[in-house]
C-alpha cells in the first residue's frame, strides 16, 4: 500500500508539472533574483522602492513597510475573469496587490487588507467585497482572490488559508484602463501601501477552483 501511495504521488507530481502555465500569467517566489517572474512569462518587475529581503514561507520573503513596493509590468490589466493567490503577514495592513492608476482614481483591481483586520477587493473606484474571516497580525496566512463571469455579471470570492471565506456578486465592471500592477502597492500614493510581507505571489487569467487554491498554498500546480 505504501508503495502504492508514493507511486500515485510521483505520478501526481509528474503530471502537475505540464500545467502551471494554464492561466498563470505572473509568479513571484521571491526567492534569488527576488522579485522575477517564474512563470515563464518573463515579467520581472521594473523596480522596487525600499523593499527588503527577508524569511518567507517557503525561502524568501518580501518586507514592506508602507513606504516600499514593486511595480510590475503593465500586463497583469484584467478586465475579465482572474485569481490572484500569496502569502502575507501583515502588521498593518493595506494593498497587498492591485493594477490601479497612478492617480488612485479607477482600476482594474486591488486585493487588500483593511484595519479590523479582513480582506477586502474593489475596481473601477468601487469596493466589490470585504471578507469575513477577521484575520490575525504578524501570522502567516494565505489568501486569495478569484473573479468569474462576464460584463455586467462578475462573482468574486475569497479565500483564507485554503477555505471559502466569502463572495458575491456584481455588475460593476473592472475599469477599461491601463494602469500600473503592484506587489504593497496601489498608485503613487504611500497612504494605501502594505505593511508586512508578501511571499509566493501568482496571478492568474482565470478563476481558480477552491481545489486549486488548496494545492497552490502547498506549493503544487493547480489541476483543474
Partial sequence: ???LLILCLAISLAGATGVWSQGLDGWFPMEANRDSDASGNHYNATSATGVVTVTGVRGNADSLDGTSCVLLPDYFNYTGAMSVALWMRQTGGNVMVSSWQDDGLSGMFHFSVNATPKLYCGWAAT???????????????????????????????FYVNGKFD?????AVD????????????????????????IDDVQFYSRALSVRDIRRVMLGLAPIE
Fill in 1 to 3: 500500500m505504501r508503495r
Fill in 166 to 170: 466569502t463572495s458575491t456578486t456584481t
Fill in 127 to 157: 469596493t466589490i467585497l470585504t471578507g469575513k474571516a477577521t484575520l490575525t497580525n504578524n501570522v502567516w496566512t494565505h489568501v486569495a482572490m478569484t473573479r468569474g463571469g462576464s460584463p455586467g455579471s462578475w462573482t468574486v470570492s
Fill in 174 to 197: 473592472p475599469a477599461a484602463t491601463n494602469p500600473h500592477a503592484r506587489i504593497g502597492g496601489y498608485s503613487t500614493s504611500t497612504f494605501y501601501w502594505f505593511k508586512g510581507r
